[in-house]
């Protein structure tokens, strides 16, 4: 076959995958990873899960697997299953089964403390857990089935128990909230990341599909995830930028996404931002720059507070009135610190990786190119 032909091809396909890879939600799509690398992706995870889930209901008679809900989250190694509990049987619950990730740092008795903690937690604005245990390498969470579903689903106006892809990837109608439906989701989720803050327990996991909607009310999700130490589904984002640098910084720069999802329906094209389009409130879009732009993220993020106090938040009233339960023992507290360190150390190794790596690509098309070659000549 023609040499040419088959590198015109090569480059053509190439080209093909660069574009896939670049959008957020395809690139961490399992059929995607497991055609580039079908080596370290050729695990079943779903039987994996079903398997251990099956092996601890037989010694907890009290729920029962009702059916898998195939596909509907993102990540490759968190599966999920619609359950019922055998005393209430009409009230649908959603067991998440995920593994353990690179930023699991808690040592097991911390990290198995932690965990059954979830269920006695709560506060107005995280979503309750009707049951949590953890084994050797993964964890299981039993919630209630919101069949309204996420925040992400009424931007979308998607059905919650559709795959991913299918309602996320591409949207019949693309359009932004209501001014005050922005205002309050986001005073409400700003004040639930400033609660955790507060009391040093990291999260690092703020999406429009980790808020769940009850009502006109917020609530948080998925707070295991950083106990399991799983990757932030904005940290491809991030990572860029060596000035987001703490666990606090990520919730800012993830709400910042976030905010501009509610405020455009879409995610946007690219990070850092030059120029924003028109939004509903002149007050919008000096809270998306302080976060978005590239001077916010060249310089650093705002702190939450600094957020909360801006014109966009600062006249919400916050109608609930249920006083939170968040009790950490003292132990525990410092075993969170430490995990807390050992992920912004890490975060910190991978950004001086990726800037390095930037100065040496640009260093080699500098000297590689036409002008620099006539100068050796």
Same mark, same amino acid.
Request: aromatic share 10%.
């Given at each position: 076959?023609?040499?040419?032909?088959?590198?015109?091809?090569?480059?053509?396909?190439?080209?093909?995958? =660069?574009?896939?890879?670049?959008?957020?939600?395809?690139?961490?799509?399992?059929?995607?990873?497991?055609?580039?690398?079908?080596? =370290?992706?050729?695990?079943?995870?779903?039987?994996?899960?079903?398997?251990?889930?099956?092996?601890?209901?037989?010694?907890?008679?009290?729920?029962?697997?009702?059916?898998?809900?195939?596909?509907?989250?993102?990540?490759?190694?968190?599966?999920?299953?619609?359950?019922?509990?055998?005393?209430?049987?009409?009230?649908?619950?959603?067991?998440?089964?995920?593994?353990?990730?690179?930023?699991?740092?808690?040592?097991?008795?911390?990290?198995?403390?932690?965990?059954?903690?979830?269920?006695?937690?709560?506060?107005?604005?995280?979503?309750?857990?009707?049951?949590?245990?953890?084994?050797?390498?993964?964890?299981?969470?039993?919630?209630?089935?919101?069949?309204?579903?996420?925040?992400?689903?009424?931007?979308?106006?998607?059905?919650?128990?559709?795959?991913?892809?299918?309602?996320?990837? =591409?949207?019949?109608?693309?359009?932004?909230?209501?001014?005050?439906?922005?205002?309050?989701?986001?005073?409400?989720?700003?004040?639930?990341?400033?609660?955790?803050?507060?009391?040093?327990?990291?999260?690092?996991?703020?999406?429009?599909?980790?808020?769940?909607?009850?009502?006109?009310?917020?609530?948080?999700?998925?707070?295991?995830?950083?106990?399991?130490?799983?990757?932030?589904?904005?940290?491809?984002?991030?990572?860029?930028?060596?000035?987001?640098?703490?666990?606090?910084?990520?919730?800012?720069?993830?709400?910042?996404?976030?905010?501009?999802?509610?405020?455009?329906?879409?995610?946007?094209?690219?990070?850092?931002?030059?120029?924003?389009?028109?939004?509903?409130?002149?007050?919008?879009?000096?809270?998306?720059?302080?976060?978005?732009?590239?001077?916010?993220?060249?310089?650093?993020?705002?702190?939450?507070?600094?957020?909360?106090?801006?014109?966009?938040?600062?006249?919400?009233?916050?109608?609930?009135? &249920?006083?939170?339960?968040?009790?950490?023992?003292?132990?525990?507290?410092?075993?969170?610190?430490?995990?807390?360190?050992?992920?912004?150390?890490?975060?910190?190794?991978?950004?001086?990786?990726?800037?390095?790596?930037?100065?040496?690509?640009?260093?080699?098309?500098?000297?590689?190119?036409? &002008?620099?070659?006539?100068?050796?000549?």
């Amino acid at each position: 076959m023609d040499r040419e032909f088959i590198a015109e091809r090569q480059k053509g396909l190439q080209n093909y995958l =660069n574009y896939i890879t670049s959008n957020h939600i395809l690139s961490n799509y399992e059929p995607v990873k497991k055609f580039l690398d079908p080596t =370290n992706y050729a695990a079943n995870y779903t039987e994996i899960a079903l398997q251990q889930v099956s092996m601890f209901f037989r010694s907890e008679p009290k729920f029962e697997v009702v059916e898998p809900l195939k596909d509907i989250g993102w990540r490759l190694r968190k599966r999920y299953f619609l359950m019922k509990c055998k005393n209430q049987p009409k009230e649908p619950l959603v067991l998440s089964w995920a593994d353990m990730g690179p930023d699991k740092y808690l040592q097991d008795k911390d990290f198995q403390c932690a965990i059954k903690l979830l269920p006695a937690w709560t506060h107005p604005y995280i979503y309750r857990v009707t049951f949590a245990t953890a084994g050797e390498s993964s964890a299981l969470i039993i919630r209630p089935f919101n069949e309204k579903g996420t925040l992400k689903d009424l931007i979308y106006k998607a059905k919650p128990r559709d795959p991913f892809l299918k309602k996320y990837c =591409n949207p019949r109608k693309i359009q932004g909230l209501e001014l005050q439906q922005i205002k309050t989701f986001g005073r409400q989720i700003l004040e639930v990341l400033k609660f955790l803050h507060d009391r040093g327990f990291p999260y690092g996991h703020l999406h429009a599909s980790n808020v769940m909607l009850e009502g006109e009310t917020c609530r948080l999700m998925d707070l295991e995830n950083s106990l399991l130490g799983l990757p932030s589904f904005y940290r491809s984002y991030f990572t860029q930028f060596r000035k987001i640098n703490t666990l606090e910084s990520i919730d800012v720069h993830c709400f910042g996404h976030l905010l501009y999802e509610m405020t455009y329906g879409r995610p946007p094209d690219s990070i850092p931002l030059d120029q924003f389009p028109p939004a509903p409130s002149m007050s919008v879009v000096p809270v998306l720059e302080s976060i978005l732009s590239c001077e916010a993220c060249k310089s650093g993020m705002p702190s939450v507070s600094q957020l909360l106090q801006m014109p966009l938040f600062s006249d919400v009233a916050l109608m609930n009135t &249920e006083k939170p339960q968040f009790k950490i023992p003292t132990k525990l507290k410092e075993a969170l610190k430490t995990a807390k360190e050992c992920m912004e150390k890490r975060l910190a190794e991978e950004q001086k990786s990726i800037y390095q790596h930037r100065r040496l690509t640009r260093a080699q098309s500098h000297h590689g190119s036409e &002008e620099e070659k006539k100068k050796r000549k």
